[in-house]
């Protein structure tokens, strides 16, 4: 086997990084089942939850995430979409954050 051929195979959603969450591994291997593609997705929902990490819960993060996979795989069925799945995925992601996080504030107003 050819040394560059190997590098060229890609690797199924088993071969995931574990820093990934199972259960948005789950959500995103029916439609790409590919170990670089899944943590790319999750690399946006990283950058974008860094600064908040400390507030949200991970599990709400992670739901969030699985969501706004969800409405992104709608409207690309639908042919919504005119960039990238995961850039398309990281602004309905980024939206649905940005209430999460107003929500989490409110409640601590309230306390």
Known sequence: ????????QRLD???TAS???KEFVQAVKPFFNCANTIEDF???VHIDTFKVKEL???????YT?????KQAIRSYKIGKIKT???RYFTGIFKKQMDKVCFEE???YKEI
Do not use: C, G, H, M
Request: charged share 25%.
């Open 84 to 86: 990238t799945p995961v």
């Open 65 to 69: 995430a699985i969501d706004a996979f």
């Open 56 to 62: 949200i819960d991970k599990q709400t993060i992670t």
């Open 19 to 21: 820093y990934v969450p």
């Open 13 to 15: 959603a088993s071969f």
């Open 1 to 8: 086997i050819n040394i560059n051929k190997r590098k060229e």
């Open 105 to 107: 504030l409110a409640v």
């Open 42 to 44: 999750w690399k946006s």
